[in-house]
């Protein structure tokens, strides 16, 4: 996209494209500390994953997403596709949390996660070599060799995607049932407090439920839509109020219904 003074934007070929297994549900731009650029964070549905992405360059002949890794929201799970995480949201006092609303029913899950953001430089240069840097070229010279080596090498992957479990399992801060009722043609949505102590979410009943980050309880209920009606977006935040020589920020919640209501709440 071009933007000239006095004209208005033009947009040029696409950067990039990038085909996905599955529909993407969510995408999160997050700083990354290693690189100057930011990482795209996605999420696709029938993927309990978290994907990190590098972004295309604008210069030179990289112009792919490259993805750097991976983090499971179920890593213990034994079902197939437990939910697809639907709306992830950065926490506005810790960039390194997200929280997450989940496709889950008949109740939408709530998860608040710490992100485990891969390397940059070391993923895209084992990316492009098409090997891992801890990889190790191992030649055996017997049948018997042959079969100790697929044996220590099932061991120790079997112990490595333990450790890799342990670890997104341990990432997980807090993990919730919100109550909020939602079928498999819901649209979750949540948005965090501006202090970062809670989080509003959104449901199919007309209630916006407000949830605790630390515990998960459930602690708010605003009822002003229409029973039943679902609830279709979802904003929180800050609005600075000016009277008269004063000016006061205020926390104000903002939602918007099939009840055709958009609804502005004051936080007392």
Known sequence: MSVSEGLNPRFGEPLTVMNLPSNPEAILFIEHAGSPRPLLLLTRRDSTYLYYYALPTLTGNEREFCLLGKQNLAPHSN??????????????????????????????????????????????????????????????????????????????????????????????????????????????????????????????????????ASTGKLVASLEGHEPGSKIRCLWAGRVRITEGDIQIDEEWVVSGGFDQKLIVWRVQ
């Open 79 to 212: 079902a197939w596709v437990a939910f697809t995480p639907a709306a992830v949201a950065l926490c506005p006092t810790d960039p390194s949390i997200v929280a997450v609303s989940t496709s889950a029913v008949p109740h939408m899950k709530l998860i608040i996660v710490r992100l485990l953001v891969p390397p940059h430089i070391s993923s895209v240069a084992a990316a492009a070599t098409g090997r891992s840097e801890h990889m190790t070229e191992i030649i055996p010279h017997s049948t018997q060799e042959l079969q100790d080596i697929h044996v220590t090498t099932q061991a120790s992957q079997a112990r490595a995607a333990l450790v890799v479990q342990d670890r997104e399992s341990a990432a997980i801060l807090v993990q919730c049932s919100t109550l909020a009722p939602q079928t498999q043609y819901s649209t979750p949505t949540l948005a965090w407090r501006p202090d970062g102590s809670g989080l509003w979410v959104n449901s199919d009943d007309g209630i916006i439920r407000g949830i605790e």
